[in-house]
């Protein structure tokens, strides 16, 4: 089965966008930890500004999670083999948990050996591909069950616990709920992003790349069911969130319109809420529609540019923040309280850009070489 190849590059034009949506949340929370924000967040005393950048950083592990569940379909259709894509799944989310234990951990604590390991986005990654791997021999009527059963129905264990049974619950931590398994006075496991809502995401991706890409189908064709999963998922939002009973913790009328709209959109991502999955997927998957209208455009080449080395790029932004947050402290001190910190959201803003920026020709230098170097295995995970 032949896949067009512009469409890979509205994937990877629709990577490097959440990619530098996520440069602005990390940025945040390397120069704006003196507020701190809970998840989800607390609606009186964050400022307007903070609450929507979060939001809109919401969108970067759904919209990636998925599209590695559609890449995997579409790596399945080009190989024509069921085998060679489990196997590259295997290998890659080995790969990625393999870099999220050492080579990311590090980025975040300055710690080696460490003694907090914490489990985030890479791990959650590489966790749902092995999911995936074995799922996606079984008939596709039963993973579209799986996926929806998994992201509608994640939510009624948010009450459960198994806190009498220290095993089984270290294995819950890792599923569904967040939390720290810990090894005596070794080390400590802070499970920040459990896995298992993201396992329905990830076979939500795998679904739709499989009732989108059919070899039959146009470009009109595709891009019609695309909006069709993409407009229904935010509509189904918008009437469960209006109804207010299940999917998540209730909204509220306040004060002002505008902190009735934050407590609609103040959705919970630890783990994602039905309702962080139905939004940030639905806007995704319109988002890509977007850009392969426009991917053609001279302008839209830096975003498929950072979205074709996208682990490269975490990798090395988590390590250029690290130093700079260490450099600034040697120079400036610490002015707020444990922290060095910005006074604005704007300034994170335009760090993200200013660092985007100067990293961009190295993005440009590695993804020509990742091209032209495509026999090396390794390169194919970064």
Known sequence: MSIPSQRLQAIDALR????????????????????????PMLIPGTE???????????????VFIVLTGLSAYLYQA??????????????????????ELVVINFAWTGKFPPDVIYLQVIWAIGLSMLALAALIGLPQ????????????????????????VPFIQNLWFILHERGWIEFGN??????????????????LGYCIGSSVFALSQQNQS?????LIFGFSSIALFL??????????????????????FMSFMNLTKYPPSLFFILWNVGVGLVLLVCLQKIETKPWIKPLIIFGSVPMFFYIVHLYVLKALYLLVVAFFGKNHGDYFGVDSVSTLWWIAII?????????VKFSDYKHKNKHIAILKYL
């Not at 595709?222 to 695309?226: I, S």
């Open 78 to 99: 080009k190989n024509n083999s069921l085998a060679m894509t489990r196997e590259f799944l295997i290998k890659r989310g080995l790969f990625l948990i393999f870099l």
């Open 186 to 203: 070794l080390i400590r496991i802070r499970t920040s992003y459990p896995v298992l809502p993201w396992i329905g995401v990830i076979t």
């Open 355 to 363: 660092l985007s920026i100067i990293l961009y020709p190295l993005m």
């Open 141 to 164: 009527k039963l993973l579209w069950i799986i996926s929806i059963v998994i992201i509608f129905g994640h939510n009624v264990l948010d009450q459960v616990s198994f806190e009498n």
């Open 48 to 62: 307007t500004s903070l609450f929507f950048s979060r939001i809109l950083a919401h969108l970067c592990a759904p």
């Open 222 to 226: 595709r891009n019609t069911k695309l």
């Open 16 to 39: 490097g966008l959440v990619i530098l949506i996520m440069m602005v949340d990390h940025v945040r929370e390397t120069f704006y930890l003196h507020h701190q924000v809970p998840d």
């Open 239 to 260: 009437l469960l969130r209006a109804i207010n009973v299940y999917g998540d913790h209730a909204w509220t009328v306040m004060p002002t319109w505008t902190e009735t």
